[in-house]
């Protein structure tokens, strides 16, 4: 019983360190020439996902695990659609360019934020009074 919670704990916590360096990835390289822009609602997913991550960790309450997951997965959608102009000029090869390094480090990590969260909240038992 208690590896479950504590497994539940690990796999929250390392979503929570896969979010942070997807964020960190995201404000370092978000910005191209295809959107000059950050997506102000990719960071909020990014950011909700941390910080529900966090408490979900500290409080072990499931539905957080799972809300945790919502936001990255958030997040996630919302980092694609603000790269769109690059993958549509990659995919229909416009210019000739190639993702850039950056793009396959954010996207992976933010995905593994997203999975590690699911995994998070599927794994971790619920807390059970003791009487």
Do not use: C
């Amino acid at each position: 019983m208690k590896k479950q919670k504590r497994a539940g704990r690990v796999f929250l916590l390392a979503a929570v360190l896969l979010g942070v360096l997807a964020l960190v990835l995201y404000i370092a390289a978000g910005r191209t020439s295809f959107d000059p822009n950050y997506s102000v609602l990719a960071f909020v997913g990014m950011g909700a996902g941390i910080v529900l991550g966090i408490a979900g960790s500290i409080i072990r309450w499931r539905p957080l695990s799972f809300l945790s997951y919502l936001s990255f997965l958030y997040g996630f959608i919302q980092y694609l659609v603000s790269q769109a102009n690059l993958i549509a000029n990659i995919f229909y090869d416009v210019d000739g360019s190639t993702f850039p390094p950056a793009f396959y480090a954010t996207l992976a990590a933010s995905a593994g934020a997203v999975v590690l969260a699911l995994v998070a909240g599927i794994v971790m038992k619920p807390i059970r009074d003791k009487q």
